[in-house]
């Protein structure tokens, strides 16, 4: 069982690369996003809290993400589990650590997607696009603005993960502006070396 973190901005790829470790590797996606977003379409009560927050592209508050790792994390899984999109706060990183302690789990490896701002701002606009064409439901977060409050609140918050993550050994660096293909090999790599 290996358990990794992806980490990178709003649009780096760590979803498309989480599921290709899905159907390749047998891992398990974690993604708090999508978790977030199933809340909003049923309609929780935690779905109505958190809809204007995500909308606006801010960040949804660590108690809430928590505890919907903390809930799925229960029981091994063959292939691991993939993080993606959590933790994006140091206090996310903590309170993550200390699950997986708890659990009797480790954290094999935290690959952190580098990409430059230009190319990730025509990375979710073309995102957007694509879904319109093909008739797909577009992310009430894939606009400009919002992109912008995502892209600080990577800065400001998440990109601390950085170097914390660098301190306790855990990162590995690729470049997320290889092909498709490409990116998918170097996390092969790293994966192969855990
Ligand atoms: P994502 O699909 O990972 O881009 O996440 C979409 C939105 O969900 C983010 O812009 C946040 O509003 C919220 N979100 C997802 N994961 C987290 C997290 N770990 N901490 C706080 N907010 C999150």
Known sequence: MTNIILLGPPGAGKGTQAQRLV????????????MLRAAKTSGTDM??????????????????VIGLIEEKLDGEVAGGFIFDGFPRTLP????????LKKKGMSLDAVIELQVNDGELVMRIVNRA??????????????????????????YKKTSPLIGYYYAKGHLASINGL?????????????????
């Open 23 to 34: 159907d390749e590797q047998n891992m398990v996606q974690l993604s708090t996003g999508d």
């Open 47 to 64: 779905g109505k809290k958190v809809a204007a927050i995500m909308d606006a592209g801010e960040l949804v508050t660590d108690e809430i």
């Open 92 to 99: 996310q990183a903590d309170a993550l650590s200390a699950l």
């Open 129 to 154: 696009k694509e879904a319109a064409a093909e008739g797909k439901p577009v992310r009430a977060d894939d606009n400009e603005d919002s992109l912008k409050v995502r892209l600080m609140e990577y």
């Open 178 to 194: 290889a092909s498709m293909d490409e990116v998918g090999a170097s996390i092969k790599g790293i994966l192969d070396r855990t």
